[in-house]
């Protein structure tokens, strides 16, 4: 699947993935493809991670999760990430929509939080 993602369309350089697509083939061709790898890596019976390996992990779950806490809002709260717009730039739009409605949504979090911060 990660190979169908890849392609001269897509505007980062980077990767961003859990360790079920860690392999060294998969490796290989992001070097190839030139895309910077933060997959995550994975322990193995007898082998367990070095400090280096488990804080790149850490470091990589830190923006992996800003990242799902969107499309988790967008799924459970914003009707899922099906999008019934027909054409490239209705679907644009409507992704766009959805993103601000969740950072007004955000906004409004935060002010409920902290109304004195906020604004």
Known sequence: ML?????D????????????????????????????SHIHERAYRNHPLTAKQEEDNREHSQVRAKVEQVFGHWVNEMGGKLMGSIGKQ??????GVKNLVYKFKRYGFW???NP????
Do not use: P
């Open 116 to 119: 004195k911060a906020v604004g």
């Open 9 to 36: 369309q897509n505007q980062g350089e980077e990767v961003w993935a859990n360790s079920a697509y860690g392999s060294e083939s998969i490796e290989w061709i992001l070097q190839i493809l030139q895309f910077l």
């Open 111 to 113: 002010e409920d939080k």
């Open 3 to 7: 190979g169908a993602l890849l392609d």
């Open 90 to 95: 209705s679907v644009k739009a409507t992704i």
